[in-house]
């Protein structure tokens, strides 16, 4: 027996993330940079090979954080994908940074590498990539044209914990890597991030931006007799509570991710037919990335299959939602594009639809979804 409609997320809890929360309400520190804010911390350095992290309350927060540390004149431009979310842009602008927007691969909605080079001039200071849906960029390659141009690269691995680049963790690779922990995410404290810094030369002015610009951590840890304003800065630290989630939630990762990774393998299995007979489109996987089993999504023939397509889902009892719509197309942004047409970005957000995919769906329901799908087609045909 089903529920009354499949929602297309639902957050879960291990359960012993409770606990961790009530350990630190007794620790007696529950403000941020407490003792499970180092736990996590440690837990992520270790497990991904990140230089140093810094908790924050987004992943919206890590990318200020980041946009912060390298100093931003009016004028610096940024290449990102334009097929993101508006967290990846707004940092920079918010720096009065000029954003050049590119194109995504024909196959895949991460960026087009190949299409960069043509966007840098001597005002470039950033290549952010994406790694949409888990699934890693071409991080040779990119690494390759930012240390030919002297760039620095941020990742955006807001989808991609546990994701990886040939064996390297995703956020590890890039000067900086910005990770989120929303309720959507495999790893979730309901809202939450973390900054990674790969790149040493910026480890300790991070740690005073993250302090409101204080040298206060270097107080606590005897380094300085008395603390004071040093930097710019904000307040990016979340409560220890959160961090005791995140703590929670990163002891049961294996677990999640194999259920999750079961999920999408299913969809994967049952809907290639559809693909093999051209009806639709499925994720596709490079050979250098692995799958995280963090979104499953279908890409249909056009814009108005996609709509009728979610129509007809959650008209038998499915939530199926679209994605992002191209930033360089948005009410705000439009104005201020240079005017290139991104053909690939545009086509992912016509034709892109989103299946549900949460820890808690049991694989009977994954099979009834599929074949809601399958019977689109059928009805369409009949």
């Given at each position: 027996m089903t529920p009354m409609k499949i929602p297309f997320n639902k957050p879960w809890f291990a359960g012993n993330e409770i606990q961790h929360i009530v350990n630190a309400a007794y620790s007696g520190h529950i403000s941020g940079n407490g003792s499970y804010t180092k736990k996590c911390h440690a837990l992520f350095e270790e497990r991904y090979g990140i230089k140093k992290c810094f908790l924050t309350t987004s992943c919206t927060?890590?990318?200020e954080m980041a946009a912060l540390l390298i100093d931003f004149k009016p004028g610096d431009e940024v290449i990102m994908p334009s097929f993101t979310f508006v967290s990846t842009a707004n940092p920079f602008i918010l720096r009065g940074a000029t954003i050049r927007f590119a194109d995504s691969l024909v196959n895949h909605p991460n960026i087009d590498v190949d299409c960069i080079e043509s966007l840098i001039n001597h005002k470039t200071r950033v290549i952010v990539i994406v790694h949409y849906a888990g699934v890693a960029v071409d991080m040779d390659s990119v690494m390759a044209l930012a240390n030919k141009h002297n760039l620095i690269v941020i990742e955006d691995a807001a989808h991609a914990v546990e994701s990886t680049y040939k064996g390297k963790a995703l956020g590890s690779i890039g000067h900086f890597g910005a990770f989120s922990f929303h309720e959507t995410k495999n790893i979730s404290t309901g809202e939450g991030g973390m900054l990674?810094?790969?790149?040493?030369?910026?480890i300790k002015r991070a740690e005073i931006i993250w302090e409101k610009g204080t040298d206060r951590a270097a107080f606590f840890r005897g380094e300085v007799d008395k603390y004071g304003w040093v930097d710019i800065g904000s307040s990016f630290l979340p409560s220890d509570l959160i961090a005791g989630v995140l703590f929670g939630q990163m002891q049961q990762v294996d677990v999640i991710q194999q259920k999750r990774i079961e999920i999408w393998n299913r969809y994967y299995q049952s809907l290639k037919p559809l693909q093999q007979k051209g009806l639709l489109k499925i994720p596709h996987l490079p050979d250098y990335a692995v799958n995280n089993g963090h979104l499953f999504y279908l890409q249909m023939p056009d814009e108005e299959s996609r709509n009728n397509m979610i129509d007809y889902l959650n008209n038998n009892a499915v939530q199926a939602v679209f994605?992002?719509?191209p930033l360089h197309k948005s009410k705000f942004f439009a104005s201020r594009h240079d005017g290139r047409d991104l053909p690939?970005?545009?086509?992912?957000?016509?034709?892109?639809?989103?299946l549900p995919l949460f820890y808690e769906l049991p694989i009977s329901f994954v099979d009834m979804i599929s074949s809601k799908v399958i019977g689109y087609f059928q009805e369409d045909q009949s």
């Amino acid at each position: 027996m089903t529920p009354m409609k499949i929602p297309f997320n639902k957050p879960w809890f291990a359960g012993n993330e409770i606990q961790h929360i009530v350990n630190a309400a007794y620790s007696g520190h529950i403000s941020g940079n407490g003792s499970y804010t180092k736990k996590c911390h440690a837990l992520f350095e270790e497990r991904y090979g990140i230089k140093k992290c810094f908790l924050t309350t987004s992943c919206t927060d890590a990318f200020e954080m980041a946009a912060l540390l390298i100093d931003f004149k009016p004028g610096d431009e940024v290449i990102m994908p334009s097929f993101t979310f508006v967290s990846t842009a707004n940092p920079f602008i918010l720096r009065g940074a000029t954003i050049r927007f590119a194109d995504s691969l024909v196959n895949h909605p991460n960026i087009d590498v190949d299409c960069i080079e043509s966007l840098i001039n001597h005002k470039t200071r950033v290549i952010v990539i994406v790694h949409y849906a888990g699934v890693a960029v071409d991080m040779d390659s990119v690494m390759a044209l930012a240390n030919k141009h002297n760039l620095i690269v941020i990742e955006d691995a807001a989808h991609a914990v546990e994701s990886t680049y040939k064996g390297k963790a995703l956020g590890s690779i890039g000067h900086f890597g910005a990770f989120s922990f929303h309720e959507t995410k495999n790893i979730s404290t309901g809202e939450g991030g973390m900054l990674a810094i790969n790149d040493p030369a910026f480890i300790k002015r991070a740690e005073i931006i993250w302090e409101k610009g204080t040298d206060r951590a270097a107080f606590f840890r005897g380094e300085v007799d008395k603390y004071g304003w040093v930097d710019i800065g904000s307040s990016f630290l979340p409560s220890d509570l959160i961090a005791g989630v995140l703590f929670g939630q990163m002891q049961q990762v294996d677990v999640i991710q194999q259920k999750r990774i079961e999920i999408w393998n299913r969809y994967y299995q049952s809907l290639k037919p559809l693909q093999q007979k051209g009806l639709l489109k499925i994720p596709h996987l490079p050979d250098y990335a692995v799958n995280n089993g963090h979104l499953f999504y279908l890409q249909m023939p056009d814009e108005e299959s996609r709509n009728n397509m979610i129509d007809y889902l959650n008209n038998n009892a499915v939530q199926a939602v679209f994605h992002y719509l191209p930033l360089h197309k948005s009410k705000f942004f439009a104005s201020r594009h240079d005017g290139r047409d991104l053909p690939n970005a545009d086509n992912f957000a016509a034709t892109l639809l989103r299946l549900p995919l949460f820890y808690e769906l049991p694989i009977s329901f994954v099979d009834m979804i599929s074949s809601k799908v399958i019977g689109y087609f059928q009805e369409d045909q009949s």
